[in-house]
């Protein structure tokens, strides 16, 4: 089913502004999310099929309703994603997850964790996870809340959290969403947030089922920007001159019926 841009009449959709709707509410989430919550849900990701924002959007609020404490909930979250991870790597089970029920197992036998007004307020210890989450940070900050720079780091961030070969490091994160962005925006018309943003998030999606492991080239994810709707042409305007036109031929054609 499509939509229509009431603006510049461009058709999008509804299925694409779903998603959009969706990732926006899960990125709404970053400030109050365990940092390990986007490592725990790539998780439940098929090998070749990316996980669409709704069902991540689902699963995320599912994590969230476990615990109230979230510091023990993304302890958990992080012991969960090493354990299937390793056990992957070793040639076990590479299923995507269909449920909560191994975390939940984790999560029992987790340590209860001090209290704290927000994640990022409590003192961690250098580990991969904080890693990820000064990453997440420096993006969050870097995006600035413009739409299209905010697009671009939500995707970045997925990316860190798959923990590729040659991610870019925390103290660099900035600049490579600075080369991501150039590489992007050069040639493409990204101007419109409303048509933009689905083929932008779309095309990460895409992307991170393409990564092989490593972190992938920036003009990777051009190739699978979906090409912009086409915008329906706009009806001329009739301007004086035509209008003009169009009285002197409506004489000219009573003057050769009157016989004039």
């Known amino acids: 089913m499509n939509l229509h841009c009431p603006g510049c009449h461009a058709q999008f959709s509804i ?5 959009d709707e969706a990732a926006r509410e899960l990125l709404g989430m970053r400030g109050t999310m365990p940092p390990s919550l986007l490592s725990y849900l790539t998780l439940f990701r098929a090998e070749k099929r990316a996980l669409s924002f709704d069902r991540a959007l689902k699963l995320a609020k599912e ?26 790597e070793e040639g076990g089970e590479a299923k995507p997850l269909k449920n909560h029920n191994y975390l939940k197992r984790v999560l029992e036998n987790t340590p209860d964790q001090p209290a704290a007004t927000s994640l990022t307020s409590q003192k961690r210890p250098t580990s991969p996870s ?20 905010s697009a671009v ?17 925390a103290d660099t994160i900035t600049r490579t969403a600075d080369i991501w962005y150039h590489v992007l925006t050069k040639h493409n018309t990204l101007d419109i947030q409303e048509i933009d943003s689905p083929r932008v ?15 992938p080239d920036p003009k990777t994810l051009k190739e699978l920007l979906p090409k912009r709707p086409q915008r329906k042409a706009l009806e001329e305007v009739e301007t004086e001159e035509a209008r003009e036109r169009g009285r002197q031929a409506a004489r000219a054609l009573t003057a050769m019926v009157g016989g004039k």
Do not use: C, H, Y
């Open 15 to 19: 299925e694409l502004l779903t998603q």
């Open 63 to 88: 994590a969230l309703q476990l615990t109230s404490n979230l510091a023990q909930l993304d302890a958990a979250m992080a012991a969960t994603v090493e354990s299937i991870r390793a056990k992957r």
């Open 130 to 149: 904080s890693k990820r989450a000064q990453s997440f940070d420096a993006l969050e900050t870097w995006a600035g809340g413009e739409w299209l720079r």
């Open 153 to 169: 780091a939500a995707g970045l961030q997925a990316l860190v959290a798959l923990s590729l070969d040659n991610t870019p490091a």
């Open 201 to 215: 998030a779309l095309a990460f999606s895409a992307l991170l089922t393409k990564t092989g492991g490593r972190w």
